[in-house]
C-alpha cells in the first residue's frame, strides 16, 4: 500500500510567486492534516479536512493560504502571494479516524524556499 | 508558550548504550500523547500512542512512559543502534479531532 505523497520535493520561489502543493493521502483516509515546520520552530498544525470539508482551519496564518481537497482525494495549498516567512517544511498526513486512536501517517514534506 | 517541551534539545550517544528523552505538556484538553521519530527529509513516523489512562507502551527497543498527574511522558531507547539517529517528537492530542500539538522535538546522535 502507497503511503502518503507530496509533491513537489522542494521548490525555490522569488518573493511574490505563487506556490502550490500537493498532497496525496492513503487510499480511504478520509481524514488529511496539513503542518508546517519553519526553520528552528516546531511542527504546526495548519488545517484539517474530513473528505472535502474543512473541519478546523484555525492553524491557516493568512489568507494568502488557500487549501482545497476536491473530491475528497487529493489536497493542494496554494499560497499566493509568498513571503520570506513562508519558508519551511509543508507535511501533509492522512488518518482514517478524526484523531483520538487514530494513526497520522505523515509524507516526506514539501521544503519550500522563498527568497 | 508552546504546549509541548522537550528536553534535551540534542544528545550524542554511544552505539549500544540507553537513553531518555523527556516531555512535557500542557495540551488541554488533552486526548493522548504521542512519540514520533523522524528521520532527516522525511516525515515523522509514530511510534507510540497513550491515553491519559496508560502508563507505559513499548515498541520493539522503545518503550513511553506517561504521568497524566504530572503531565510528563518520557521515551526510553533501549541498545542504542544508529538507526536510531533521529529527531525525536512529542505531541499532544488536543480534544478528538486530532489536531496534533508538537514539541520541538530532540536531536539524537548514535556515534560507533
Known amino acids: 500500500e502507497a503511503g502518503v505523497t507530496q509533491f513537489p520535493s522542494h521548490s525555490v520561489i522569488e518573493k511574490g510567486q505563487t506556490v502550490t502543493l500537493r498532497c496525496d493521502p492513503i487510499s480511504g483516509h478520509d481524514n488529511l492534516y496539513w503542518y508546517r515546520r519553519v526553520m528552528g520552530k516546531e511542527i504546526k498544525f495548519l488545517l484539517h479536512?474530513?473528505?472535502?470539508?474543512?473541519?478546523?482551519e484555525s492553524g491557516m496564518p493568512n489568507n494568502r493560504f488557500l487549501a482545497e481537497r476536491t473530491g475528497g482525494t487529493y489536497s493542494t495549498l496554494k499560497v499566493q502571494p509568498a513571503e520570506l516567512e513562508d519558508s519551511g517544511v509543508y507535511f501533509c498526513?492522512?488518518?482514517?479516524?478524526?484523531?483520538?486512536?487514530?494513526?497520522?501517517?505523515f509524507g516526506p514534506g514539501t521544503r519550500l524556499t522563498v527568497t | 508558550k508552546n504546549q509541548v517541551e522537550q528536553s534535551p534539545q540534542s544528545l550524542i550517544i554511544l552505539e549500544g548504550k540507553n537513553c531518555t528523552l523527556q516531555c512535557n505538556y500542557t495540551v488541554s484538553p488533552f486526548s493522548n500523547l504521542r512519540w514520533y521519530k523522524q528521520d532527516t527529509g522525511r516525515g515523522p513516523v509514530s511510534l507510540t500512542i497513550m491515553t491519559f489512562s496508560e502508563n507505559t507502551k513499548s515498541n520493539g527497543r522503545y518503550t513511553a512512559t506517561l504521568d497524566a498527574d504530572t503531565k510528563q511522558s518520557s521515551l526510553h531507547i533501549t541498545a542504542s543502534q544508529l538507526s536510531d539517529s533521529a529527531s525525536y517528537i512529542c505531541t499532544g492530542l488536543a480534544g478528538s479531532w486530532g489536531k496534533l500539538q508538537f514539541g520541538a522535538g530532540t536531536q539524537v546522535v548514535v556515534t560507533p
Open positions: 479536512f474530513v473528505k472535502e470539508s474543512k473541519q478546523d
Open positions: 498526513a492522512s488518518s482514517q479516524g478524526p484523531g483520538l486512536g487514530y494513526e497520522q501517517y
